[in-house]
């Protein structure tokens, strides 16, 4: 007969298992309602020996955040190929799909959780928030952006923020809308800064240049000139309609 033996693990990848144990259970509960007996009976060791890794839950909760932080960061990652729109559109959608699997893990990142007020947890806030601008400009084909595309960026930045935030109250919209909802912010943010600027405007006409007509861009566009009357793509609707009512 033989007898199985459990593997030993190393000092750095027991802590990296411990960090993924914690940060599973985080991204479905309020990490406040997770204890450390938890986490070790997940891991499969003792209490004692999760304190031998870590000083205590805090940092445990600060570890996860990190690499919560960094694979948030990650998600605004896209190669720099075809209009801006449908990579906008990929990022959110990639950036909804982690605040969909992660939901209290990502409230919990926002808003400090147990780590409220720490300055770890809001350096890593920042550096997600950061690491989302300088994306966006990469995107946008910027290196020393005006003031006013700074504004624009940070601004979109903290509109996902706090629109996630508010999705994972309930789930009440269709999450690929609200994906499509922000790129459109993100172009009404860019084009009223671009009605009272002329460098802005010059970097939107640049933007819309590469854009197909069926794109978010493009859809944004007919979805506003169906509201205004008068419009052309207004009048095709109207006459649509007295065709198949006959008049």
Do not use: C
């Not at 199985?4 to 190393?10: E, I, K, P, W």
């Not at 409220?116 to 995107?139: K, P």
């Not at 504004?151 to 499509?180: M, N």
């Amino acid at each position: 007969m033989t007898t199985g033996v459990r593997r030993r693990m190393g000092v750095e990848e027991r802590r990296q298992q411990l960090i993924g144990v914690a940060l599973e259970l985080f991204s479905n509960r309020s990490p406040d309602d997770v204890s450390i007996d938890e986490i070790a009976a997940a891991a499969g060791i003792s209490r004692p020996l999760v304190y031998h890794y870590f000083p205590g839950k805090l940092s445990l909760y600060e570890a996860a955040l990190r690499r919560a932080a960094d694979e948030l960061a990650a998600r605004f990652v896209e190669p720099q190929e075809g209009p801006l729109g449908p990579r906008l559109l990929r990022v959110m959608g990639r950036y909804f799909a982690f605040v969909d699997d992660h939901g209290p893990g990502f409230s919990a990142l926002l808003r400090g959780g147990p780590a409220a007020g720490s300055s770890r947890a809001n350096a890593m806030i920042d550096e997600v928030r950061q690491a989302a601008y300088e994306q966006i400009l990469v995107h946008i084909g910027v290196q020393d952006p005006p003031a006013r595309l700074e504004l624009v960026v940070r601004s979109w930045v903290s509109l996902a923020e706090s629109t996630a935030l508010l999705w994972l109250d309930g789930r009440r919209i269709p999450r690929a809308e609200l994906e499509l909802q922000l790129v459109h912010d993100f172009a009404a943010l860019a084009a009223v800064s671009a009605a009272y600027d002329a460098e802005m405007a010059g970097i939107l006409v640049r933007i819309l240049a590469d854009e197909p007509a069926d794109g978010p861009f493009g859809e944004l566009v007919g979805r506003l000139a169906a509201l205004v009357p008068g419009t052309g793509q207004g009048e095709q609707g109207e006459q649509a309609e007295q065709g198949e009512r006959g008049d």
